[in-house]
């Protein structure tokens, strides 16, 4: 390849909502210092929007509404997209990585579904695909990933990538509200979308577990690969258990490579508090990774808003600008390892089980028959006699008093775990499970669990 | 430029140390994969050592005591210098790369005082220069301030950046421990050396300071423009000062913008405990980063160690391998602003003063008018009422009784509260100084100083 000798690189922008509307602003107010860390002016030379009203920050002659003629001209060196989602976006970027465009993008979506032919496309004609922005926002995370720890074996990256459910079950945490209060508070202060499934079912962190397994792991992981579960059941009991147990609760994102295999999922999870992760709260993101050699790492930062994610894909830009000047290329996506991904069933956890039990004699012996049968091994159990009367005492006569058992187990595949707690259920002596929650200790020692409130 | 053709990449290697000897290893435990990201295989030509004594995990016909003649090898593509100091090291690697060899170095001190003659002669030949292991060991740090944050403004980096130091510290505020016992603690765990002063009076962590200030503000800044203050006059008291305050005290390197001038220093200070680089404690080592759009980030990890720094040198080494493949480049350091420094005196912070005074009337009118005088703004005093009979009463009757002023300023030029401390110790009814830390909010509001013990 050979530099382009300095002239101004040419950029597309698709999308000026919140975030492009900063990348515009961006641009402007820091010409001249993108321009020396580039090697060449950026100019922008046009933005498609959906419709045409006046954008305060954009030229009325760079508006369109002609994404497709937008991407096809013979000028455009870069594209930014920040439009989102599958179609049409999809076409779009192929057909600009296809003419040898360059594009960055934050659309997590459309990377975790087919991240693998936007890197194909970008491979063969020589183009840059960057994607900083489509996890964690500001945060740098898929260049150290990616770069930095290419000399490395990442073996596990876990992370809090959602900043709405984080804040629901810190603000749940902080005040003992349940989740629905909690929700509604999020919302009133702008942290929650007026429709928040994606966030709280935990597709958003699903695609964005997908992206970082996928550069993690040198495989390709899909948002379908990844097992999901959002915090609508997490109650306040759920919170106030985990506490007592020195634990906090997060939403996480994990990917892990275990034995050449890769097991990349969402739900929520008791980690203990003095995991660097547990005390990330509010709308705050963090991503943590060990890596064979490096140890355990954490980045921390905000992952969303219009400034932050503008800053990363504005580092995206320079990036594949500064190619253009040199001559040169980014990293390739290497996806040499094509890794099978484990079921959730195969996947290795722990569970916190919180039974409520008839407190009487030989209950506590049945329940841990049933974890023995399937082969699941207690850490710790803890009894808490509760003192009521039975609501089972259909006789009029008092019936046994209640307890709750609290237990937590060893590692186990989570199918052994489910199973166990479903043969719990048919116990005579247990009226029901009042929580059931996995325990990641994430290469920290869980060491204070059964340790009281 | 044009690629190499897929050839393998050959290495040389400057020093087998501790972290050269985890370099060795991983090239060849790792070469399947190495290859794959690079796109061509890794070869060790050669290992420069000052002894020829055995390495275990390097085939004698490597080992070489010939540097000079090593880094001369037409065959060598990239030279990894993990040898340290200032000569005869900067000879070599200028050599290495005015000959269009790239330079992958963990040298701290070389790159501090010279970094920027290497980086000429790197810009000049075409080669790369990357040094991500000369600051914070396994953290990917430099490459997301060079790269991720490229389209952003820095205002601030604030860093933990030294393990002695931390773990010192540490043990100090959770045993109470005083300086030389916390030291001693320190060696005989193996975080502190036998001659501690490159640790423990901050010059490590200055040059590293040098680093982060240059790279992030795009100008030059050396080791020597970097103020410095070890952590040796740390006492016991100042740390239950520090906790009385809901602060605990680090050894900060701090690089700051203010206004178009750089402020780099390294000293220790109190930070509130509700920050996120307050519960990075024993060895670990973070950085925390705001940015005009990213707003307020962290990275957390191991700052040293053997595996931990080899981890960032193969980051580096990929980088630089790929580039000979495909014929690209890193990034330049653009030290494009040249920005002047400033002095101690005319930077800005707060401090944190405790004095020894006579409990009697008009004390604090006195103190404060000294404080008035010199334009600093105090923000919260407590006076400490101690009971005891006065030390200075020599007439046998008894003194004026003793107490503690505790006082926190505002922002004031360090010049200014260094003169009012000096004028402090002239006034009749104070009879020493306790003490006196800088306090830093580091992008955080200091809400809880003075809220009592």
Chains 1, 2 share one sequence.
Not at 120 to 141: F, K, N, Q, R, T
Not at 151 to 167: H, K, L, P, Q, W
Not at 209 to 228: E, G, K, N, P, W
Not at 418 to 441: C, F, I, M
């Amino acid at each position: 390849m050979v530099g382009n000798g300095g002239r101004p690189i040419s950029i597309a922008l698709l999308g000026c909502g919140v975030v492009g509307s900063q990348v515009v602003r961006l641009l402007t107010e820091q010409a001249d210092e993108l321009a020396a860390r580039v090697g060449a002016p950026l100019r922008l030379v046009g933005v498609a929007v959906r419709r045409p009203q006046r954008h305060p920050d954009v030229p009325a002659d760079l508006l369109t509404t002609d994404a497709a003629g937008l991407v096809s001209r013979d000028d455009v060196d870069v594209v930014v997209e920040l439009v989102g989602g599958i179609e049409p976006v999809r076409g779009l970027l192929l057909t600009a990585l296809k003419a040898g465009k360059s594009v960055v993008s934050a659309n997590k979506a459309l990377l975790a579904e087919d991240g693998a032919a936007l890197a194909a496309a970008a491979d063969e004609s020589g183009a840059d695909l960057y994607y900083e922005a489509s996890v964690a926002g500001a945060i740098p995370l898929l260049r150290p990933i990616q770069q930095s720890l290419a000399g490395d074996r990442i073996v596990r990256v876990a992370g809090i990538v959602n900043g709405t459910t984080n804040f629901i079950l810190s603000a749940m945490a902080s005040s003992g509200a349940n989740y629905t209060e909690a929700l509604e508070e999020a919302g009133r202060l702008g942290y929650a979308e007026a429709d928040p499934t994606a966030d709280v079912d935990g597709y958003d962190a699903a695609s964005k577990a997908a992206i970082l397994a996928s550069l993690a792991f040198h495989t390709r992981v899909t948002a379908d690969d990844v097992h999901r579960e959002g915090i609508r059941d997490v109650s306040a009991a759920d919170i106030a258990a985990a506490k007592a147990l020195g634990c906090t609760v997060k939403l996480l994102a994990i990917c892990e490579q275990v034995d050449g295999r890769v097991s990349a999922r969402v739900h929520p999870a008791m980690i203990p508090r003095s995991h660097p992760l547990a005390s990330v709260s509010g709308a705050y993101n963090a991503v943590f990774i060990e890596a064979a050699a490096a140890g355990q790492l954490m980045f921390y930062g905000q992952g969303a808003g219009g400034p932050q994610t503008a800053s990363a894909v504005l580092g995206d830009l320079v990036a594949a600008a500064r190619n253009r000047v040199i001559g040169g290329r980014g990293p390739r996506d290497t996806a040499h390892a094509a890794l099978p991904v484990l079921s959730m069933g195969e996947t290795h956890t722990r569970y916190h089980v919180a039974l409520d039990v008839n407190d009487r004699a030989g209950v506590l012996a049945q329940v841990a028959g049933v974890f023995a049968e399937h082969g699941v091994s207690i850490a710790t159990v803890r009894q808490e006699g509760r003192g009521e009367a039975g609501r089972d005492a259909d006789d009029g006569a008092p019936g046994p008093k209640d307890a709750t058992l609290v237990i937590v187990t060893h590692s186990a595949s989570d199918a052994a775990l489910a199973a166990t707690v479903q043969a719990l259920t048919g116990l005579d002596a247990v009226r029901g499970v009042a929580g059931v929650l996995r325990v990641e200790g994430l290469g920290r020692p869980v060491t204070d669990l059964g340790g009281g409130s």
